[in-house]
C-alpha cells in the first residue's frame, strides 16, 4: 500500500513540474513575439535616392534619310551629232569649264565661213554708202539699207558660233566624273546621256519628321547621320525647309548639307539621322520612375531632414528614361526615387542607397 502511494505521489510531482516547464516558455515566446511585433511596427521606409545635379540635355529626333551629291547633273549635249573626241577620263576629277566632248562641227564651220566672207561684202557696201551720203550723193534711206544688211550678215555670224559652241560639251562644274555611256563616233541626241558629274566636296542629306516637330525645327539646327558599312559618325546642319507637310505622310521633308563627310559617304547611300532640335546645358533630369502624376500636374518627393517632403514640380523634355524639371527642383536637392507608392508628406524615411 505504501509503494501505491510513494508511485502516485511521484507522478503528481512529474506532472506539477512538466505543467511549470510549459507555462515559462509559452511566456517566453509571447514577450519575443511581442518585442518583434514593437519593431515591425517601426514605421520609417527604407528608400533609394539621387542627388540632383546639372546635365547637358539633347532633344533628339530619329529618322532615316538619303545621301545626295553636293552638285549633280547628267551630261547631254544641246544638239545632235556625231561625237568626234571624248576628252574626259572615266572616273577623274574634272574642272570647271573643261572640255568633255567634241561634236563634229564641219558643217557649221563651213557655214561660218561663207557668213565671213558677206560680212567682208557688205562692210565694203556700208562703208561705200556712207562716204556718198556725206557727199550728198544718195539719200539716208539707200544708207539705211546697206547698214541693215550689214548688221544682219552680224547677227548671222553670232548665231553660227552659237551653234558651234554648242559642239562642245564643257564641265558646269568641279566634280568628278563617272562612267560613260557614249563612244568616239557615236551620233547622238539632246536626249543621249553621255556621262555623270558629281560635285562631291561637300554632300546633303534629305530626309523627313513627322509633322508634329515642323514647328520646332530650324534652319541651322544640327544633325548627326551614319551610313551603312561603317560606324563613323559624320555632322551636318539643315539649311532648307520644305514649306508645305506632306499631306501623305504627315511629315516635313528637311535638307542638310555636311562637309565632312568622306569617300565612304557615297550620294544614293541611305542614312541614320539624329536630328538635335535643342541643346541645355545644365537641365534638371529626374528618373521617370521618381515622378508622381496628380490631379493638376505631377510631384516628386524630396528628403529633408529625415522626411520624405512632397513637391510639385513642372516638366519638360522627356528622353527614354528621364525628365526635364523645369521649376521645383533646385541642383544638390535629394530626390527620393523608391518607395514612392508608400510614402506621404511628412513621412519618416531612411536612405539606403544614393544612385
Given at each position: 500500500?505504501?509503494?501505491?502511494?510513494?508511485?502516485?505521489?511521484l507522478i503528481?510531482?512529474t506532472?506539477?513540474?512538466?505543467?511549470?516547464?510549459?507555462?515559462?516558455?509559452?511566456?517566453?515566446?509571447?514577450?519575443?513575439?511581442?518585442g518583434?511585433?514593437?519593431?515591425?511596427?517601426?514605421?520609417?521606409?527604407?528608400?533609394?535616392a539621387?542627388?540632383?545635379k546639372?546635365?547637358k540635355?539633347?532633344?533628339?529626333?530619329?529618322?532615316?534619310?538619303?545621301?545626295?551629291?553636293?552638285?549633280e547633273?547628267?551630261?547631254r549635249s544641246?544638239?545632235?551629232?556625231?561625237?568626234?573626241?571624248?576628252?574626259?577620263?572615266?572616273?577623274?576629277?574634272?574642272?570647271?569649264g573643261?572640255?568633255?566632248?567634241?561634236?563634229?562641227?564641219?558643217?557649221l564651220?563651213?557655214?561660218?565661213?561663207?557668213?565671213?566672207s558677206?560680212?567682208k561684202?557688205?562692210?565694203?557696201n556700208?562703208?561705200?554708202q556712207?562716204?556718198l551720203?556725206?557727199?550728198?550723193?544718195?539719200?539716208?534711206?539707200?544708207?539705211?539699207?546697206?547698214?541693215n544688211?550689214?548688221n544682219?550678215?552680224?547677227?548671222?555670224?553670232?548665231?553660227?558660233?552659237?551653234?558651234?559652241d554648242?559642239?562642245?560639251?564643257?564641265?558646269?562644274f568641279?566634280?568628278?566624273i563617272?562612267l560613260?555611256?557614249?563612244?568616239?563616233?557615236?551620233?547622238i541626241?539632246?536626249?543621249?546621256?553621255?556621262?555623270?558629274?558629281?560635285?562631291?566636296?561637300?554632300?546633303?542629306?534629305?530626309f523627313?519628321?513627322?509633322?508634329?516637330y515642323?514647328?520646332?525645327v530650324?534652319?541651322?539646327n544640327?544633325?548627326?547621320?551614319?551610313?551603312?558599312?561603317?560606324d563613323?559618325?559624320?555632322r551636318g546642319k539643315?539649311?532648307?525647309?520644305?514649306?508645305?507637310?506632306d499631306p501623305?505622310?504627315?511629315?516635313?521633308?528637311?535638307?542638310?548639307?555636311?562637309?565632312?563627310?568622306?569617300d565612304r559617304?557615297?550620294?544614293?547611300?541611305?542614312?541614320?539621322?539624329?536630328?538635335?532640335?535643342?541643346?541645355?546645358?545644365?537641365a534638371l533630369?529626374?528618373?521617370?520612375?521618381?515622378?508622381?502624376?496628380?490631379?493638376?500636374g505631377?510631384?516628386?518627393?524630396?528628403y529633408?531632414?529625415?522626411?520624405?517632403?512632397?513637391?510639385?514640380?513642372?516638366?519638360?523634355?522627356?528622353?527614354?528614361?528621364?525628365?526635364?524639371i523645369v521649376?521645383?527642383?533646385?541642383?544638390?536637392?535629394?530626390?527620393?526615387?523608391?518607395?514612392?507608392?508608400?510614402?506621404?508628406?511628412?513621412?519618416?524615411?531612411?536612405?539606403?542607397?544614393?544612385?
Amino acid at each position: 500500500m505504501k509503494n501505491k502511494i510513494r508511485l502516485i505521489s511521484l507522478i503528481g510531482i512529474t506532472l506539477i513540474i512538466v505543467l511549470a516547464f510549459s507555462i515559462n516558455k509559452l511566456t517566453s515566446e509571447q514577450k519575443t513575439n511581442t518585442g518583434k511585433s514593437t519593431r515591425s511596427a517601426d514605421p520609417t521606409i527604407a528608400v533609394r535616392a539621387h542627388v540632383i545635379k546639372p546635365e547637358k540635355l539633347s532633344n533628339r529626333v530619329l529618322t532615316t534619310g538619303t545621301i545626295l551629291a553636293n552638285e549633280e547633273v547628267d551630261l547631254r549635249s544641246e544638239i545632235s551629232g556625231r561625237i568626234m573626241q571624248i576628252a574626259f577620263t572615266e572616273g577623274s576629277r574634272i574642272n570647271k569649264g573643261q572640255l568633255l566632248i567634241k561634236i563634229n562641227d564641219a558643217e557649221l564651220q563651213a557655214q561660218l565661213e561663207r557668213a565671213e566672207s558677206r560680212r567682208k561684202l557688205a562692210e565694203t557696201n556700208e562703208n561705200r554708202q556712207r562716204q556718198l551720203l556725206e557727199k550728198n550723193a544718195i539719200s539716208q534711206g539707200e544708207y539705211d539699207v546697206a547698214l541693215n544688211e550689214l548688221n544682219i550678215v552680224k547677227a548671222d555670224i553670232d548665231l553660227i558660233k552659237a551653234q558651234i559652241d554648242k559642239t562642245e560639251l564643257r564641265a558646269p562644274f568641279d566634280g568628278v566624273i563617272g562612267l560613260k555611256y557614249v563612244s568616239e563616233g557615236s551620233f547622238i541626241t539632246n536626249s543621249s546621256q553621255i556621262a555623270r558629274l558629281q560635285n562631291l566636296t561637300s554632300v546633303k542629306i534629305d530626309f523627313s519628321v513627322p509633322e508634329k516637330y515642323s514647328g520646332s525645327v530650324r534652319i541651322g539646327n544640327a544633325i548627326v547621320f551614319r551610313v551603312q558599312g561603317s560606324d563613323k559618325e559624320y555632322r551636318g546642319k539643315i539649311y532648307a525647309i520644305e514649306p508645305k507637310i506632306d499631306p501623305v505622310t504627315r511629315t516635313v521633308q528637311l535638307r542638310a548639307i555636311s562637309t565632312f563627310a568622306d569617300d565612304r559617304v557615297l550620294p544614293g547611300a541611305f542614312a541614320n539621322v539624329e536630328l538635335v532640335l535643342a541643346e541645355i546645358n545644365d537641365a534638371l533630369l529626374i528618373p521617370t520612375q521618381a515622378l508622381v502624376p496628380e490631379l493638376k500636374g505631377q510631384k516628386v518627393y524630396l528628403y529633408k531632414n529625415g522626411e520624405a517632403v512632397s513637391q510639385s514640380v513642372e516638366i519638360g523634355m522627356r528622353t527614354e528614361n528621364q525628365i526635364q524639371i523645369v521649376s521645383g527642383i533646385r541642383p544638390n536637392d535629394t530626390l527620393i526615387t523608391t518607395g514612392i507608392l508608400q510614402l506621404r508628406g511628412g513621412a519618416p524615411v531612411k536612405i539606403l542607397e544614393f544612385e
